[in-house]
């Protein structure tokens, strides 16, 4: 099929969609749906056929487009011989499986999501007028239609809830318990607000988590009660905006190895000035054993990051720290090992860690944190070491979290069916 995309002004067609113009979000849902082709119906706009141009690269989507102005369409579309025609509008995106079945089901004429067309098989007969009325009967179709369910498509009525919608789709496998049920709800939230902002980067949030690392090291450092609680409760927020920079780089294809290293630094330095604030604050508030237990963790956290920065240099030469999880991951598919895989991914995760410290701290409990970091640390110098051989046998790159594995394109979805 050749899907034809109707704008309705350049305006709707350039508006900002997550990060992404209205048009290219489209125009990837049909990607992924196995279209190699699609037309979009609007008078010469070059900057706009370039900005989709470098969006669509940037998702990794090969599709040809052509941009035809409305009242040359039909000639356009007829010279060309296109007979089997789908016309999309500009106000919502059908998603791939959707589309994937309705070009699979020739039978049927209209295609609807939650009661609402967002697409129909039209000919170049019914696109020869431009305007909206044009635009409707284009949109009306003939024939039986194909009901979907509302969430098998975005409306972009209003930007928030599109960002929203298309910013849930980006959390990742080695989500924790803590992470998928606390932090996410609440970093998806702040990550489709900032998509609506323009120029939003996602290296402009990773250096916002080292802002909140900043703040959380500062406090923990001057001691007393109130600079050790607010210290805890300052880890657990840079545990949430932690997710952020991932989340925009995955909604806007910007995932790259050298964001995932720049994240994986800031997360390991949060976790280290944790580690060492909270020493120098016990020292300062306590002088005893507590300070002597958080040097104690923070120089086996430290040999722990030194051995696994060496066995990522020397094995799979990846940019983030998530290849050890990726390891075990592999490695313990049984029922009992993957059990124990998935138990030790949500508890021994930063999310959860971070959110145990801040309700500690809040208890007053923070004088042990340190023991119980020591304890950690001590366990995960025994994972690293069991885990050597496995990242040292791995090819370059072969251990990589599923955002990086297509090159740095972002979340990948393969083809449903090729129309």
């Given at each position: 099929?050749?899907?034809?995309?109707?704008?309705?002004?350049?305006?709707?067609?350039?508006?900002?969609?997550?990060?992404?113009?209205?048009?290219?979000?489209?125009?990837?849902?049909?990607?992924?749906?196995?279209?190699?082709?699609?037309?979009?119906?609007?008078?010469?706009?070059?900057a706009l056929a370039s900005?989709?141009?470098?969006?669509?690269?940037?998702?990794?989507?090969?599709?040809?487009?052509?941009?035809?102005?409305?009242?040359?369409?039909?000639?356009?579309?007829?010279?060309?011989?296109?007979?089997?025609?789908?016309?999309?509008?500009?106000?919502?995106?059908?998603?791939?499986?959707?589309?994937?079945?309705?070009?699979?089901?020739?039978?049927?004429?209209?295609?609807?999501?939650?009661?609402?067309?967002?697409?129909?098989?039209?000919?170049?007969?019914?696109?020869?007028?431009?305007?909206?009325?044009?635009?409707?009967?284009?949109?009306?179709?003939?024939?039986?239609?194909?009901?979907?369910?509302?969430?098998?498509?975005?409306?972009?009525?209003?930007?928030?809830?599109?960002?929203?919608?298309?910013?849930?789709?980006?959390?990742?496998?080695?989500?924790?318990?803590?992470?998928?049920?606390?932090?996410?709800?609440?970093?998806?939230?702040?990550?489709?607000?900032?998509?609506?902002?323009?120029?939003?980067?996602?290296?402009?949030?990773?250096?916002?988590?080292?802002?909140?690392?900043?703040?959380?090291?500062?406090?923990?450092?001057?001691?007393?009660?109130?600079?050790?609680?607010?210290?805890?409760?300052?880890?657990?927020?840079?545990?949430?905006?932690?997710?952020?920079?991932?989340?925009?780089?995955?909604a806007t294809y910007r995932?790259?190895?050298?964001?995932?290293?720049?994240?994986?630094?800031?997360?390991?330095?949060?976790?280290?000035?944790?580690?060492?604030?909270?020493?120098?604050?016990?020292?300062?508030?306590?002088?005893?054993?507590?300070?002597?237990?958080?040097?104690?963790?923070?120089?086996?956290?430290?040999?722990?990051?030194?051995?696994?920065?060496?066995?990522?240099?020397?094995?799979?030469?990846?940019?983030?720290?998530?290849?050890?999880?990726?390891?075990?991951?592999?490695?313990?598919?049984?029922?009992?090992?993957?059990?124990?895989?998935?138990?030790?991914?949500?508890?021994?995760?930063?999310?959860?860690?971070?959110?145990?410290?801040?309700?500690?701290?809040?208890?007053?409990?923070?004088?042990?944190?340190?023991?119980?970091?020591?304890?950690?640390?001590?366990?995960?110098?025994?994972?690293?070491?069991?885990?050597?051989?496995?990242?040292?046998?791995?090819?370059?790159?072969?251990?990589?979290?599923?955002?990086?594995?297509?090159?740095?394109?972002?979340?990948?979805?393969?083809?449903?069916?090729?129309?």
């Amino acid at each position: 099929m050749t899907p034809v995309i109707l704008p309705a002004s350049l305006q709707e067609a350039r508006r900002p969609i997550a990060g992404l113009t209205a048009v290219s979000r489209i125009l990837i849902e049909l990607s992924r749906a196995g279209c190699r082709r699609a037309v979009v119906a609007l008078d010469a706009a070059p900057a706009l056929a370039s900005r989709v141009e470098e969006e669509l690269a940037r998702a990794g989507r090969d599709i040809a487009v052509s941009w035809t102005a409305p009242d040359l369409l039909a000639a356009a579309l007829h010279e060309r011989g296109d007979e089997d025609l789908v016309a999309l509008g500009c106000t919502a995106m059908p998603r791939a499986p959707l589309l994937a079945r309705f070009a699979a089901d020739p039978a049927s004429g209209v295609l609807r999501a939650g009661g609402r067309t967002v697409a129909a098989r039209t000919t170049p007969q019914r696109l020869a007028p431009h305007g909206r009325e044009a635009r409707r009967a284009a949109l009306a179709g003939d024939g039986p239609a194909l009901e979907g369910d509302a969430g098998e498509a975005v409306a972009f009525d209003h930007a928030g809830r599109a960002a929203l919608a298309i910013v849930a789709e980006t959390g990742k496998s080695s989500d924790g318990w803590v992470s998928r049920h606390l932090n996410r709800p609440v970093s998806r939230r702040i990550s489709a607000w900032l998509l609506q902002l323009a120029d939003v980067r996602p290296s402009h949030l990773t250096a916002l988590g080292a802002a909140a690392a900043a703040a959380m090291f500062a406090s923990l450092s001057l001691g007393g009660r109130a600079g050790l609680v607010l210290g805890c409760v300052l880890l657990h927020v840079a545990s949430v905006l932690d997710g952020l920079d991932g989340e925009v780089a995955r909604a806007t294809y910007r995932s790259s190895a050298a964001g995932a290293l720049a994240d994986t630094v800031v997360d390991m330095a949060t976790n280290l000035l944790f580690v060492l604030g909270l020493t120098i604050g016990l020292y300062r508030t306590h002088d005893g054993a507590d300070a002597l237990a958080g040097a104690v963790g923070l120089a086996l956290w430290t040999t722990g990051v030194l051995m696994l920065a060496v066995l990522i240099r020397l094995g799979p030469r990846g940019g983030s720290f998530d290849v050890l999880k990726i390891a075990y991951a592999r490695n313990m598919t049984g029922p009992v090992s993957g059990a124990l895989a998935a138990l030790a991914r949500n508890v021994l995760g930063r999310d959860f860690f971070a959110l145990a410290f801040a309700v500690m701290g809040l208890a007053g409990l923070y004088w042990a944190i340190p023991w119980i970091v020591a304890a950690a640390a001590g366990f995960w110098l025994v994972l690293i070491a069991a885990a050597a051989p496995t990242l040292l046998s791995a090819r370059p790159g072969g251990l990589q979290p599923e955002h990086l594995a297509n090159g740095g394109r972002g979340l990948e979805v393969q083809p449903v069916v090729e129309p």
